[in-house]
């Protein structure tokens, strides 16, 4: 079965330091692995995904994240917040070909404080 | 924006009642995702349609049904409605039939409240 933990609930952090949002993924095959931003009253946007090409996934507005196959992690990072990045993320996994659907994480709001 | 397009923004309806909530893909896909979004719940994934066909089933209620026209866009139909559904209705698309490489946008949502 696949599932995914994000888990922190609720990051907050003060407006130039570094954000960490962390996730942990199960999986019974190679997965592909997506970040996912949710803006208050918003649809969902995609930040990064990763397809097993480089672990390092570098995607929208500075946010990156790694994929650890030993630690089965992908958490999201970025260097510097800023107050636009106050949103739900959400780590979601789909596993093979095949699968269809995404498996959503609980989401992690993320507050900046100023 | 995403290119995916959702209507109404807003829906309040009575218990009891029937619903349509209507999506169009982004230009080009062939694939139609549906979710749900609750605050108990979290994000679940419904249903899929590819090119008018059912291509998969999530955790989609038997009074929930969904269609996707020859044009391609989708209608999700909630009947007999309760409380418990009052929730905010996500509509994706991708080009593919999904998995690993079709990434799904998604578009602004549905909030349905039942009162």
């Known amino acids: 079965a696949q599932s995914v933990t994000q888990l922190d609930s609720h990051v907050s952090v003060s407006e130039g330091t570094p954000v960490l949002l962390r996730c942990n993924y199960s999986s019974s095959y190679s997965p592909s692995l997506f970040w996912y931003v949710q803006h208050p009253n918003k649809g969902l946007q995609l930040l990064l995904k990763?397809?097993?090409?480089?672990?390092l996934v570098k995607g929208i507005n500075g946010f990156e994240a790694e994929f650890k196959k030993s630690e089965t992690s992908f958490h999201l990072t970025k260097p510097s917040a800023h107050m636009s990045d106050a949103a739900e993320y959400f780590c979601?996994?789909?596993?093979?070909?095949?699968?269809?659907?995404?498996?959503f994480g609980t989401g992690t709001r993320l507050t900046v404080i100023p | 924006d995403s290119g995916v397009t959702q209507t109404p923004k807003h829906l309040i309806t009575a218990t009891g009642q029937r619903v349509t909530l209507r999506c169009s893909p982004r230009?080009?896909?062939?694939?139609v995702y549906w979710y749900q979004q609750s605050l108990d719940q979290g994000l679940q994934f419904l249903i899929q349609y590819y090119n008018g066909e059912e291509r998969a089933k999530g955790n989609i209620l038997e009074r929930f049904s969904a269609q996707q026209f020859p044009d391609l866009h989708s209608e999700l139909n909630l009947s007999s409605l309760e409380l418990g559904d009052s929730a905010l209705y996500f509509c994706a698309s991708s080009h593919g039939q999904g998995g690993y490489y079709n990434e799904q946008f998604f578009g602004p949502g549905t909030r349905l409240t039942v009162l």
């Open positions: 990763y397809t097993s090409a480089a672990t």
């Open positions: 979601v996994v789909s596993v093979t070909p095949g699968a269809n659907n995404l498996f």
């Open positions: 230009s080009g896909d062939l694939s």
